[in-house]
Each structure stands twice: as structure tokens, then as C-alpha cells.
């Protein structure tokens, strides 16, 4: 018997006769819409899950003057993440991503707010954004209790996450919460297929060296934990995090309608 030798990824492998033909390369999967307010911001671990899953990232920064896509018909889903500003500056760009959030509302795509973005969701949906009452802040490791309906959408929610917030949101009429918190009662929502985290799984190892070296004067604030401190907690609890992300964002873009799903393979 003799075998053929082909050439696959530029190794060779030996085929048998009579075998069938390797399956052909799947088509690419819409790219996700990343929002980002710094010129050195990244989608940090989010980015990394959304990638590894098979999507490109359209990333655009309207701070600096990238537009907005009018229709999310080219987009399997969106994610605003956070950033040093307020979603109640007067800032134009500020205004146009909270407005802009109108889009795959009424499309009914996928979205995902973290941090900044989901204020910015409250917001839209006619919540108030306000800092703590007494001036706290959440910056480190806080614990979260994911509600009935939390549970019943992601079972495995972590009971810490990581944040670095100053102001929080109330629960939007016709909202529905997923993670309640104590000093910031709402940690995650939910309105169809949008959802708001008040807390950052995106934050990746590197991030919180930046985070933590170059906003070290906001550790000083009311309620923040000490440096060392978000170092020793990631350690016990980024684990159950990462694992727990991975599998929400999957059910996530399973949200997109199966039209896109059908327009991406043409």
C-alpha cells in the first residue's frame, strides 16, 4: 500500500488512500466593535477571548474623532469599555457614544457596556450615574451576588471581580439586574440583549501594573484597596473570572441574529 504526502500549514503529513479531502477552511466571522477612550487603551483580556473565539476587532476611538457605524448589520456585537472620564461630562464624544447606544438597542445586536460603558447604558436607558454618597470608591477586588436572574443566565458567576470606579448607576427602568453589590449596589444588567458591567474582567495582569502604577493617587481614595492587595486577590480570584468570561461572552455573541451569522459566510 502506498501512501501520498501532502502539505498542510507547511507541514507534511501522509494521507490514505481513498481518504476524503480535508474540510475546507471556515468562512471569518464578523468583526466586534470595540469602543476605547485613551490613545494607549486596550480591550485588554475581553479582546483576547473575542479573538481566540474566531472574530476581528474593529476598534474605534471617538475621542479622536473615529465615527460610529450608523447599523451594526457588519458587526457581530459591541463593547464600550471604560476610562478616566464621567458619563455625565459635557464632552461631545460623551453625549454621541451614550446616544450612539440607541443602535443595538433597537437593532436588538449584542452589546456590552464595562465600567464607563455600562454608565453609559444606565444613561441611555434613563438611569442615573452618580458618585458614591459618602465618596467611596471600588478600586481592587470587591465581592459580587449574581441575582435569580444572573444565575440563571451564567450559573458560574466568580463572588469577587475587579473595579476601578468612583461613581455608580442605578437599575434603568426595564432592566433587569444580574449582580448586586454593597457600597454600589448594581454591578450588572441586563436590557435584552445589552448588558452593563459596573466591574472590569478585561483587566489583564499588565493592565493592573498600569493601572495601579500610573493612577496610584486614586488608591488613597475612601473604600480603595492597597496595591498589594489587587495583586494577593487576583491570585485567588482570576481563575474562577477568566473562566467565567469566556463562557459569557460565547452566550453573548450567540445573541446575534442568525442572519448575521448567514451574511457572514457570503
Known amino acids: ?57 474593529d476598534v474605534r476611538r471617538p475621542r479622536f474623532g473615529d465615527p460610529l457605524p450608523a447599523t451594526l448589520d ?54 442615573r450615574v452618580a458618585p458614591h454618597p459618602q465618596g467611596r470608591a471600588q478600586i481592587g477586588y470587591y465581592p459580587i451576588r449574581p441575582t435569580a436572574a444572573g444565575l440563571s443566565l451564567c450559573p458560574d458567576w466568580p463572588d469577587h471581580v475587579y473595579h476601578w470606579h468612583g461613581e455608580g448607576f442605578e437599575l434603568p427602568a426595564g432592566a433587569e439586574l444580574l449582580a448586586e453589590g454593597s457600597d454600589f449596589p448594581v454591578e450588572a444588567i441586563q436590557a435584552g440583549h445589552a448588558f452593563g458591567f459596573q466591574f472590569h474582567p478585561d483587566v489583564t495582569y499588565a493592565m493592573m501594573h498600569r493601572w495601579t502604577t500610573r493612577g496610584c493617587e486614586r488608591l488613597g481614595l475612601p473604600g480603595a484597596r492597597e496595591r498589594h492587595h489587587h495583586f494577593a486577590d487576583r491570585a485567588v480570584h482570576d481563575v474562577t473570572e477568566r473562566a467565567w468570561l469566556k463562557r459569557f461572552l460565547q452566550g453573548w455573541l450567540a445573541r446575534a441574529p442568525m442572519s448575521l451569522m448567514a451574511q457572514a459566510a457570503e
Open 1 to 57: 500500500m502506498s501512501f501520498q504526502s501532502v502539505e498542510i500549514n507547511d507541514e507534511t503529513v501522509l494521507r490514505l488512500p481513498g481518504a476524503a479531502s480535508a474540510a475546507p477552511a471556515p468562512e471569518p466571522l464578523l468583526p466586534v466593535l470595540i469602543v476605547l477612550h485613551q490613545e494607549t487603551s486596550t480591550p485588554g483580556r475581553v479582546g483576547n477571548v473575542l479573538r481566540a473565539l474566531g472574530h476581528r476587532l
Open 74 to 127: 457588519d458587526h457581530a456585537g459591541a463593547v464600550i469599555f471604560g476610562g478616566p472620564m464621567s458619563a455625565n461630562d459635557p464632552d461631545d464624544y460623551v453625549r454621541q457614544e451614550i446616544d450612539w447606544i440607541a443602535v443595538p438597542l433597537r437593532e436588538q445586536r449584542p452589546f456590552l457596556g464595562i465600567c464607563l460603558g455600562a454608565q453609559m447604558l444606565a444613561k441611555q436607558l434613563g438611569g
